[in-house]
């Protein structure tokens, strides 16, 4: 693996943790106005700079990567099952509810099935939120990326824009970590995607609204419009993540998804130092273990597989 890529991939898993962290005061909150944005980190429902379940998730799935391969749904939801019974401080709708079933013994496909079915039309973004763990255990592989992409998906959220916008994100990430510029990168990664019409027009229109066009609500198609909006109309990762949180709503969340392609694109290198030493949080949960940037790097090592030696030079 070239240096760039390894930066890359560790601003990854370093970028969505701290995206999930900045926003976390501004979740459910209005927009700010553009000359009151917020660019350090407070504290809110949480400490200045925890990360939220958003994250705790991604760590989920990231230890289930690193411990099945190929990926193990059924180990997932189990995974998801003892972060929920742990009692997490935040938890989406439809994640709740799957969750329950599946803790009461019920298969994920079968919980899944009968929590979407009551709601057929819920496309939330909790599970694009979590999957940069797949694109950093996937880096090298892109058809297995797309495909375990959707199936950590579909153990949570099955609606086919939650399916495929996480298939678009992380392609997402697979050509920002490999060198392609922002605007060329979602270009490779809609056609890699198959998102429904609806969604790939949103995605396709972001870099052209303004601020106020933005609802930045909890749906997927919002989320990944916010997302898509901050990486291309900025060029740094500080005011990428800056845009999106002050958006408000649900600023965790596009915070970690915005987060997660500004670090493919700026690398580790490029994150600021005060938000690296801020972001904090603890996992497994109530296990005492308090996670910080160091570990996160190390997490991010150990998925894309260079945890031993330096990386190999281009
Ligand atoms: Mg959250």
Redesign the pocket.
């Known amino acids: 693996m070239n240096i760039d890529l390894h930066d890359r991939l560790r601003g990854v898993a370093v970028g969505a943790t701290i995206g999930?962290a900045l926003?976390?005061p501004l979740?459910f909150g209005p927009a700010i106005l553009p000359d009151r944005l917020l660019r350090t980190m407070q504290s809110g429902r949480l400490p200045a700079g925890a990360f939220?379940?958003?994250?705790e998730m991604a760590l989920a799935l990231a230890e289930s990567l690193l411990a099945h391969d190929p990926l193990d749904p059924a180990d997932l939801a189990q995974r998801f099952v003892a972060w929920y019974r742990a009692g997490p401080a935040?938890i989406?709708g439809q994640t709740r509810l799957a969750l329950r079933r599946i803790g009461c013994g019920e298969p994920w496909e079968a919980a899944v099935a009968a929590v979407q079915a009551e709601n057929p039309l819920s496309a939330g973004n909790g599970s694009i939120?979590r999957c940069w763990p797949v694109a950093l255990a996937r880096w090298a592989d892109l058809d297995r990326l797309l495909a375990d992409s959707r199936l950590q998906s579909q153990v949570t959220h099955p609606h086919p824009e939650c399916v495929a916008g996480c298939a678009f994100l992380n392609a997402a990430i697979y050509y920002l970590a490999h060198g392609v510029n922002p605007p060329q990168a979602v270009t490779q990664a809609l056609a890699q995607a198959d998102l429904p019409d609806k969604l790939r027009q949103v995605v396709t229109a972001a870099p052209h609204k303004r601020r106020a066009e933005l609802p930045n609500s909890g749906w997927v198609r919002h989320t990944l419009e916010s997302a898509v909006w901050g990486l291309l109309t900025t060029d740094s990762f500080e005011e990428a993540l800056v845009q999106v949180v002050n958006l408000g709503n649900?600023a965790?969340?596009a915070g970690?998804v915005v987060g997660a392609l500004a670090g493919a694109t700026y690398g580790l290198d490029g994150i600021p130092a005060a938000w690296r030493a801020a972001v904090h949080g603890e996992w497994p949960l109530r296990s005492g273990q308090r996670w910080d940037v160091t570990r996160l790097i190390a997490l991010a090592d150990r998925l894309t597989g260079s945890s031993t030696g330096a990386p190999e030079l281009p």
């Open positions: 999930d926003g976390m979740e939220t379940d958003d994250t935040d989406g939120m649900d965790d969340t970690a």
